[in-house]
């Protein structure tokens, strides 16, 4: 069986982040930033099935359906989502590999890091 390593640190603390990572979490960081959008990711998220019909997303807000589109294109250009056209709706599902490693940037710190003082745990919330 082969051994597996948890890394001690969330990615944030553990190093400084590239430019280029950096860039890119920072658009998806900015799209789940409007509670809007975060409100969209977490219903698609929790639908039934792992997708959501555009039809089921609409009737949950006071907004019009040009908004929760662009509201829908901001996440889908961020890559937290991709949509599939069936017939008249589109049905939105998360991809599992952005909204995770948006998860692990923040991931609760368990030890310090390296070269960190060693007083520097974060408690559970």
Request: charged share 20%; glycine share 8%; net charge negative.
């Amino acid at each position: 069986m082969a051994a597996t390593t948890t890394p001690c640190c969330a990615p944030i603390a553990r190093e400084p982040l590239s430019e280029t990572d950096a860039a890119d979490l920072a658009v998806m960081l900015k799209a789940v930033a409007d509670p809007v959008r975060l409100r969209l990711l977490s219903m698609i998220g929790s639908h039934a099935g792992g997708e959501a019909c555009v039809c089921d997303l609409t009737d949950a807000f006071d907004l019009t359906a040009p908004t929760i589109s662009h509201h829908l294109k901001v996440l889908r250009t961020a890559g937290l989502i991709d949509g599939e056209r069936r017939g008249t709706w589109v049905y939105y599902r998360i991809i599992p590999e952005a909204v995770n490693k948006l998860g692990a940037l923040f991931a609760p710190l368990t030890q310090p890091s390296p070269g960190r003082p060693g007083d520097l745990e974060l408690l559970p919330v």
